[in-house]
């Protein structure tokens, strides 16, 4: 796992779009041989799969392009328009899966050689867990948001098929033809509601997030660590913290306060020991450090600024 889960990340998506594209056919040669509204919502969301992981791998592709005039801080927030991408495209799906099945519901229709059909369902369901487990891997060892969406919408593809299996196994021992339509509804709502996480998710990040807490928590330990004290006066102090994320890039601003009497030599190495410390504790972050006397506060949103 350890190794797979190193693999780049373009790598992994090349892997899901080949999955994707072997599921594609395994699913839709499902639906053709049972003629299942399931099975056939089953395969729509495979193409969706497709769809998306081929425009993660452009995303991914964008991001690591380096800082350039244009974009002096890097192009690390594409993976966001990956993620919200793949969860408009899973929204679609879900749409069509419930138009497909709604008038399967009042006119069911036979299901035919369903041990073939829930047997090819089953094998990529299982080659979509495996990627997806090393995918979740990835993405931590990454911190890249499109592997991670990636990484649930094949979970959510495998709770799909699993619901389809479980559904038409129930339709085969009871003969109730209508469960084949409302377990692909069931399906749907399913997948909708995914679709919109991811496409919420990546607003956020788009909208300068805050890191998350623990790394959040990384930080202020630092921070603590450089904190020196005389008496109740401060020495060195820090204020004004603020976090932001972008795709793998982390980013704090923040202000050091010290005594005033000290050169701008010896100022500039403790900044320097700080902001090689934070990226050391958190790997990817960017450190803004703003030198200040301790008797002199920095004020913001001033009601000028806002007019």
């Known amino acids: ?156 593809d495998v709770w799909t098929s699993a619901g389809v299996v479980i559904g038409l196994t129930m339709v085969l021992f009871t003969g109730w033809l209508w469960l084949d339509a409302v377990v692909a509804m069931a399906v749907a709502l399913n997948i909708l509601k995914e679709g919109f996480h991811l496409i919420w998710r990546s607003s956020q990040g788009l909208m300068d997030e805050a890191v998350e807490p623990e790394v959040l928590a990384q930080i202020t330990e630092v921070l603590e660590g450089f904190e020196h004290q005389r008496g109740e006066i401060h020495i060195i102090r820090f204020d004004h913290v603020n976090t932001r994320r972008a795709g793998q890039r982390r980013f704090v601003d923040m202000h050091m306060h010290m005594p005033s009497g000290w050169s701008l030599g010896r100022a500039a190495a403790l900044r320097t020991s700080v902001e090689q410390a934070l990226m050391s504790a958190v790997p990817g972050l960017r450190a803004t450090i703003q030198l200040l006397p301790n008797d002199v506060e920095a004020h913001f949103d001033d009601v000028r600024d806002l007019k």
């Open 1 to 156: 796992m350890n190794f797979l889960s190193r693999l780049q990340p373009k790598t992994l998506l090349w892997v899901s779009v080949v999955v994707a594209i072997i599921t594609i056919v395994m699913k839709t040669l499902a639906w053709y041989i049972t003629d299942s509204v399931g099975l056939l919502s089953d395969a729509m969301e495979s193409f969706v799969n497709l769809a998306s992981a081929i425009f993660a791998l452009v995303m991914v592709t964008v991001a690591q392009q380096p800082a350039d005039e244009e974009h002096p801080y890097g192009h690390h927030k594409a993976e966001y328009f990956s993620s919200g991408f793949e969860g408009i495209l899973i929204m679609g799906a879900a749409a069509a899966i419930i138009w497909a099945s709604a008038h399967r519901i009042f006119d069911p229709q036979p299901v035919e050689d369903l041990g073939w059909g829930l047997g090819l369902s089953v094998a990529s369901s299982g080659l979509n867990g495996l990627l997806a487990w090393v995918m979740f891997g990835a993405a931590k060892v990454h911190r890249s948001i499109a592997l991670e969406a990636d990484a649930k919408h094949l979970v959510t």
